[in-house]
């Protein structure tokens, strides 16, 4: 069954999608002020970071809401579809991952040359 063919589907995912609207706020005032940084690389890797999380929320939605309804119609046990909705739950969390480890290096990156020259400046 397809999203688009039932209404109800829908709504729901987007009544859960509210849910998350706080933190999905905070996102794209990150991705703005990332677009409005000066620095090039600090910038691609916050707007790629944030970007693959708001896509992996949105996903997560549709997929936990869609999937275990689609699989059950097509004569799949609970335990498969347990399976399958732990499998994809893997793959999220290591994309998530990938995306603060994305922000962890902006956030990061090349500090520590900087800290330790204030660091000697302010023991000459």
């Known amino acids: 069954m397809s999203i688009m063919e039932d ?15 706080p933190l999905l706020a905070v996102w794209f005032v990150g991705l703005y002020f990332a677009w409005r940084w000066r620095e090039a690389s600090f910038a691609r890797y916050v707007t790629i970071g944030l970007t693959l999380m708001i896509v992996l929320l949105i996903a997560s939605h549709v997929i936990s809401i869609w999937l275990p309804m689609t699989l059950l119609q097509q004569g799949y046990s ?8 732990g499998g994809i739950g893997f793959v999220f969390t290591l994309l998530n991952s990938g995306a603060w480890i994305l922000i962890l290096i902006a956030l990061f990156r090349g500090r520590g040359n900087k800290a330790k020259r204030l660091y000697e400046d302010d023991n000459a």
């Not at 209404?7 to 609207?21: A, H, V, Y």
């Not at 609970?78 to 909705?85: D, K, M, Q, R, Y």
């Open 7 to 21: 209404p109800s589907m829908l709504i729901t995912i987007l009544g859960s999608l509210l849910t998350n609207l």
């Open 78 to 85: 609970s335990v498969e579809l347990g399976g399958i909705i």
